[in-house]
């Protein structure tokens, strides 16, 4: 049986996140960086009992839809699915651009013989105001009427498809959902799905977006996030410098003692000391991650404080926190994504570097540029 | 690996004896739907669980606003007590897998009356509430994974469950799908004009359309040698799983039937099997005009052999159960090699001649052994997730 | 197309077009919308839906299968008794 953990190497990183250009920007956030201001934003359900409710939330972002892959059949698609497209378009190109390695074949929307590409993405908002469309035009007008082209977009696919559709990807297509952890296991399951022969490679991303309809599902008192991020992924080779995705455990902790259980799960992966030089925790319990950064043990960043709370796509943004933050700090660095729900449900990735670019450009010839890996940002 | 227990909800009632029942009784289980007031809708049948069924789980699983969550949290208990694995206690490395298509959201469709919709709490934009019925009635202590792929949700769950359990993650995993009919689906498959007024039957010329069904199908799966070594005995093996897509549309298959093409190849490849090892094939079979004609081309094609490939879907007895059609279909996979029954294609009056290239089962199935059933699903988005799944008592199938 | 009874086959083309991700000049009525538009049958069911919507009446499963072109579309609208102007 081929080992799980230590076998993925980051080939690129696609980003749509409001206020964040590039991996960069988003490892200066990491470091402890200014976050930017939030706006409050009124949503609305038109033709239903919900009010209006006030949000703090970032302006809707653009999807800057990369032209290789623009063109017909994107009008009807809802905008969670576009962000997905022109993440996942980002982060399987990224790699054609330069060092130090490349994709196993020179760009994912150009697939050659690399053997197939799985798609996984984590999202609880997916496809959740098209549901609550139908389920209004079905209160509203006369059976048979509802949209036919919005049904089909009403189930939580609608990114994995699309990717899978525009980007010509026929392996493995998985979408998970849930808390913050299932961005985590996306990860996880890209890394089984490689390590048994289902793939060759793998677009693993989550995203959110915000409508009176996913306000209702969210935490109370963070930012409503919206975005979308993805990385691609490959096997790494021994030796090979580069972003790499460590050991990584998935369990379910005893609820009644979740600092406790967290520690636990942060000893099974980094030993007692030393290694990661900080941890991205995805978690909508403030309290805990407040606890863990009382340890002292390493800096402890809160995406949902930071960024907001973005439901399934959580994990999957820690795990592209910590990528970006190890692109842009020197190697080796290491960096922790820890997400935690309340139910107890609970995974840890450990996403290294080593070696040095080959390029004075960084690791996917983009502007990135080196940050401190002092702080404690929390 | 092994199958070590089932359960069930669906159509038929609670319990996967009373879903085999069902099947082998050649019970259709379509009926006017009686959740919902269709009395406008042009089409009003649904597969539904019944009543009695549902109001039986009171004794067994506590209240939730979702009753999928219920389904789930049944299925998984007697999966589990089947499989002889104590449900609580934090002494086993226990994880969840678990597929759906549209988590909770069905509990929004109860606001839906004439004018305004009428907002029931906030359940239905929490898809993790999925999981909390089973969390209350099962002590997990490895990972919960909860998938929502599409249709092929219950195979994504017994494949990622496989794969914990291979990888030594967990010792038992619990793999399920689970859907609650829903409105808002009846709603777009009115508007998509692809609803069986009557009944769905798959493969025949005269198919009009599906039929959504409801229920939750689990699986608990272990490594055989654990199974033997506490006492226990394979209901089934699981001897391999493949996934594709087909990159092609968002709610119509490859019409070369791609993916699935993949996945049959996939799954006898690493399973070391041929075409002509395959002794029944499970099919998807929703009763729509264009799928089920690009679904017998396809198994046609990948499993091309000395003989036809054997075929029947059990969608014209439990409708198309969506996120739990895959996991309630593995069951009966299960039960048919344990038994040694084909189940038949129910509904079917008169073969598609386009479906020519499939041998399809009679209404009546067939009495023979079975070694090795395929069981494929697709859905919208284009996902396709494939489970070969062979006899107990045999090493290789 | 605010009158029942009354519309003009520019409107349904611009609506067509809107659909269909094409330019309304494309929409010809003899352009057929598989082959030649290359829509996808969800695309023409959105179509049929909208029409059934704005003008208040319904076609049949039938009648909507049955079409092929922008020209079949308006022969079964004026088949309904609606006045479809230029």
């Given at each position: 049986?081929?080992?799980?953990?230590?076998?993925?190497?980051?080939?690129?990183?696609?980003?749509?996140?409001?206020?964040?250009?590039?991996?960069?920007?988003?490892?200066?956030?990491?470091?402890?960086?200014?976050?930017?201001?939030?706006?409050?934003?009124?949503?609305?359900?038109?033709?239903?009992?919900?009010?209006?409710?006030?949000?703090?939330?970032?302006?809707?972002?653009?999807?800057?839809?990369?032209?290789?892959?623009?063109?017909?059949?994107?009008?009807?698609?809802?905008?969670?699915?576009?962000?997905?497209?022109?993440?996942?378009?980002?982060?399987?190109?990224?790699?054609?651009?330069?060092?130090?390695?490349?994709?196993?074949?020179?760009?994912?929307?150009?697939?050659?013989?690399?053997?197939?590409?799985?798609?996984?993405?984590?999202?609880?908002?997916?496809?959740?105001?098209?549901?609550?469309?139908?389920?209004?035009?079905?209160?509203?007008?006369?059976?048979?009427?509802?949209?036919?082209?919005?049904?089909?977009?009403?189930?939580?696919?609608?990114?994995?498809?699309?990717?899978?559709?525009?980007?010509?990807?026929?392996?493995?297509?998985?979408?998970?959902?849930?808390?913050?952890?299932?961005?985590?296991?996306?990860?996880?399951?890209?890394?089984?799905?490689?390590?048994?022969?289902?793939?060759?490679?793998?677009?693993?991303?989550?995203?959110?977006?915000?409508?009176?309809?996913?306000?209702?599902?969210?935490?109370?008192?963070?930012?409503?996030?919206?975005?979308?991020?993805?990385?691609?992924?490959?096997?790494?080779?021994?030796?090979?410098?580069?972003?790499?995705?460590?050991?990584?455990?998935?369990?379910?902790?005893?609820?009644?003692?979740?600092?406790?259980?967290?520690?636990?799960?942060?000893?099974?992966?980094?030993?007692?000391?030393?290694?990661?030089?900080?941890?991205?925790?995805?978690?909508?319990?403030?309290?805990?991650?407040?606890?863990?950064?009382?340890?002292?043990?390493?800096?402890?960043?809160?995406?949902?404080?930071?960024?907001?709370?973005?439901?399934?796509?959580?994990?999957?943004?820690?795990?592209?926190?910590?990528?970006?933050?190890?692109?842009?700090?020197?190697?080796?660095?290491?960096?922790?994504?820890?997400?935690?729900?309340?139910?107890?449900?609970?995974?840890?990735?450990?996403?290294?570097?080593?070696?040095?670019?080959?390029?004075?450009?960084?690791?996917?010839?983009?502007?990135?540029?080196?940050?401190?890996?002092?702080?404690?940002?929390? | 690996?092994?199958?070590?227990?089932?359960?069930?909800?669906?159509?038929?009632?609670?319990?996967?004896?009373?879903?085999?029942?069902?099947?082998?009784?050649?019970?259709?289980?379509?009926?006017?739907?009686?959740?919902?007031?269709?009395?406008?809708?042009?089409?009003?049948?649904?597969?539904?669980?019944?009543?009695?069924?549902?109001?039986?789980?009171?004794?067994?699983?506590?209240?939730?606003?979702?009753?999928?969550?219920?389904?789930?949290?049944?299925?998984?208990?007697?999966?589990?007590?089947?499989?002889?694995?104590?449900?609580?206690?934090?002494?086993?490395?226990?994880?969840?897998?678990?597929?759906?298509?549209?988590?909770?959201?069905?509990?929004?469709?109860?606001?839906?009356?004439?004018?305004?919709?009428?907002?029931?709490?906030?359940?239905?934009?929490?898809?993790?509430?999925?999981?909390?019925?089973?969390?209350?009635?099962?002590?997990?202590?490895?990972?919960?994974?909860?998938?929502?792929?599409?249709?092929?949700?219950?195979?994504?769950?017994?494949?990622?469950?496989?794969?914990?359990?291979?990888?030594?993650?967990?010792?038992?995993?619990?793999?399920?799908?689970?859907?609650?009919?829903?409105?808002?689906?009846?709603?777009?498959?009115?508007?998509?004009?692809?609803?069986?007024?009557?009944?769905?039957?798959?493969?025949?010329?005269?198919?009009?359309?599906?039929?959504?069904?409801?229920?939750?199908?689990?699986?608990?799966?272990?490594?055989?040698?654990?199974?033997?070594?506490?006492?226990?005995?394979?209901?089934?093996?699981?001897?391999?799983?493949?996934?594709?897509?087909?990159?092609?549309?968002?709610?119509?298959?490859?019409?070369?039937?791609?993916?699935?093409?993949?996945?049959?190849?996939?799954?006898?490849?690493?399973?070391?099997?041929?075409?002509?090892?395959?002794?029944?094939?499970?099919?998807?079979?929703?009763?729509?005009?264009?799928?089920?004609?690009?679904?017998?081309?396809?198994?046609?094609?990948?499993?091309?052999?000395?003989?036809?490939?054997?075929?029947?879907?059990?969608?014209?007895?439990?409708?198309?159960?969506?996120?739990?059609?895959?996991?309630?279909?593995?069951?009966?996979?299960?039960?048919?090699?344990?038994?040694?029954?084909?189940?038949?294609?129910?509904?079917?009056?008169?073969?598609?001649?386009?479906?020519?290239?499939?041998?399809?089962?009679?209404?009546?199935?067939?009495?023979?052994?079975?070694?090795?059933?395929?069981?494929?699903?697709?859905?919208?988005?284009?996902?396709?997730?494939?489970?070969?799944?062979?006899?107990?008592?045999?090493?290789?199938? | 197309m605010a009158q029942?009874g009354v519309v003009s086959a520019a409107v349904l083309r611009d609506l067509a077009a809107e659909i269909f991700?094409v330019n309304p000049d494309e929409i010809t009525e003899g352009a057929?919308?598989?082959?030649?538009l290359?829509?996808?049958?969800?695309?023409?069911?959105?179509f049929?839906?909208r029409i059934?919507?704005q003008l208040?009446?319904?076609?049949?499963?039938?009648?909507?299968?049955?079409?092929?072109d922008f020209g079949?579309t308006l022969a079964?609208l004026r088949?309904?008794?609606i006045s479809v102007g230029p």
């Amino acid at each position: 049986m081929p080992p799980v953990d230590d076998c993925l190497a980051v080939r690129g990183l696609g980003l749509r996140l409001p206020g964040v250009a590039d991996a960069a920007d988003l490892a200066r956030l990491v470091a402890g960086g200014p976050l930017p201001p939030v706006p409050l934003r009124r949503f609305e359900a038109p033709d239903t009992d919900l009010g209006p409710v006030d949000r703090r939330t970032q302006a809707p972002v653009e999807p800057r839809i990369p032209a290789a892959v623009a063109g017909r059949g994107l009008r009807a698609l809802p905008p969670e699915s576009l962000l997905a497209l022109a993440a996942a378009a980002d982060a399987g190109t990224a790699a054609a651009g330069g060092p130090p390695d490349r994709w196993l074949a020179p760009s994912v929307l150009d697939p050659a013989d690399a053997g197939p590409a799985a798609v996984l993405w984590a999202s609880s908002s997916a496809g959740l105001t098209e549901y609550a469309t139908i389920c209004v035009e079905a209160s509203t007008l006369d059976p048979g009427l509802s949209s036919p082209i919005i049904g089909p977009a009403s189930a939580f696919n609608g990114p994995a498809a699309t990717v899978s559709i525009r980007l010509g990807i026929d392996g493995p297509n998985e979408t998970l959902t849930g808390g913050t952890t299932a961005g985590l296991a996306a990860l996880v399951e890209a890394a089984r799905l490689v390590s048994y022969g289902d793939a060759a490679r793998a677009l693993v991303g989550g995203s959110a977006t915000v409508s009176r309809w996913s306000v209702a599902g969210l935490a109370d008192g963070f930012v409503a996030g919206e975005g979308a991020g993805c990385l691609a992924v490959s096997p790494g080779r021994d030796g090979e410098p580069g972003i790499r995705l460590g050991r990584f455990h998935r369990t379910t902790l005893d609820r009644s003692d979740l600092a406790a259980g967290c520690r636990d799960l942060l000893r099974t992966v980094c030993g007692p000391a030393g290694g990661p030089v900080a941890a991205v925790v995805s978690t909508l319990d403030t309290e805990l991650v407040r606890t863990l950064a009382d340890d002292r043990v390493r800096p402890v960043w809160h995406l949902e404080r930071a960024l907001g709370d973005f439901g399934a796509a959580g994990g999957l943004l820690a795990a592209a926190c910590a990528v970006a933050y190890c692109a842009s700090a020197p190697a080796p660095t290491s960096v922790l994504a820890l997400a935690i729900e309340p139910s107890g449900n609970a995974a840890i990735l450990e996403v290294s570097s080593w070696g040095a670019p080959t390029s004075s450009s960084g690791w996917w010839g983009d502007n990135s540029r080196s940050v401190g890996v002092s702080g404690s940002p929390t | 690996m092994a199958v070590s227990g089932v359960g069930a909800v669906s159509a038929a009632g609670l319990g996967a004896d009373a879903l085999w029942t069902a099947v082998t009784e050649r019970r259709v289980l379509t009926g006017p739907v009686t959740r919902f007031d269709m009395s406008r809708y042009p089409a009003r049948c649904g597969a539904e669980v019944p009543a009695g069924a549902v109001a039986d789980l009171d004794a067994m699983v506590p209240g939730h606003e979702s009753l999928a969550a219920r389904f789930l949290a049944a299925g998984a208990l007697e999966a589990l007590r089947h499989a002889g694995i104590p449900e609580q206690g934090r002494g086993r490395l226990l994880g969840v897998f678990v597929g759906t298509v549209m988590a909770t959201r069905p509990v929004l469709d109860r606001g839906i009356g004439s004018g305004r919709l009428d907002v029931p709490g906030r359940t239905w934009a929490d898809p993790d509430a999925l999981l909390a019925t089973l969390r209350e009635v099962v002590t997990v202590t490895g990972p919960t994974v909860l998938f929502a792929p599409g249709c092929a949700a219950g195979n994504s769950a017994v494949a990622a469950g496989a794969r914990a359990v291979a990888a030594g993650e967990v010792d038992v995993a619990v793999c399920g799908g689970v859907s609650e009919l829903s409105l808002e689906i009846l709603a777009m498959f009115t508007s998509l004009r692809a609803l069986a007024v009557d009944t769905v039957r798959p493969f025949d010329v005269n198919r009009r359309g599906t039929i959504p069904g409801e229920g939750a199908g689990v699986l608990v799966l272990e490594r055989v040698d654990r199974l033997v070594a506490r006492g226990g005995r394979p209901l089934a093996r699981i001897l391999a799983c493949a996934a594709a897509a087909d990159a092609h549309n968002p709610t119509q298959p490859h019409p070369d039937g791609n993916g699935l093409v993949s996945t049959i190849h996939g799954c006898l490849d690493r399973a070391r099997l041929t075409s002509d090892d395959v002794d029944w094939v499970c099919a998807h079979g929703t009763g729509t005009q264009a799928s089920d004609g690009i679904e017998a081309r396809a198994v046609a094609k990948a499993l091309a052999g000395r003989r036809r490939p054997v075929v029947s879907s059990i969608k014209g007895q439990f409708g198309h159960a969506e996120g739990a059609a895959a996991a309630l279909e593995a069951i009966v996979a299960v039960r048919a090699l344990a038994d040694g029954l084909v189940p038949g294609n129910v509904t079917l009056v008169e073969p598609d001649p386009a479906c020519g290239g499939i041998d399809l089962v009679e209404p009546a199935g067939r009495r023979a052994p079975l070694g090795v059933v395929l069981s494929q699903a697709f859905g919208f988005g284009g996902g396709v997730s494939t489970v070969l799944l062979g006899r107990g008592d045999r090493a290789t199938g | 197309m605010a009158q029942r009874g009354v519309v003009s086959a520019a409107v349904l083309r611009d609506l067509a077009a809107e659909i269909f991700e094409v330019n309304p000049d494309e929409i010809t009525e003899g352009a057929a919308f598989y082959e030649d538009l290359g829509i996808d049958s969800v695309q023409k069911v959105e179509f049929v839906v909208r029409i059934e919507r704005q003008l208040g009446v319904r076609l049949t499963d039938e009648e909507a299968a049955g079409l092929q072109d922008f020209g079949d579309t308006l022969a079964v609208l004026r088949d309904r008794g609606i006045s479809v102007g230029p």
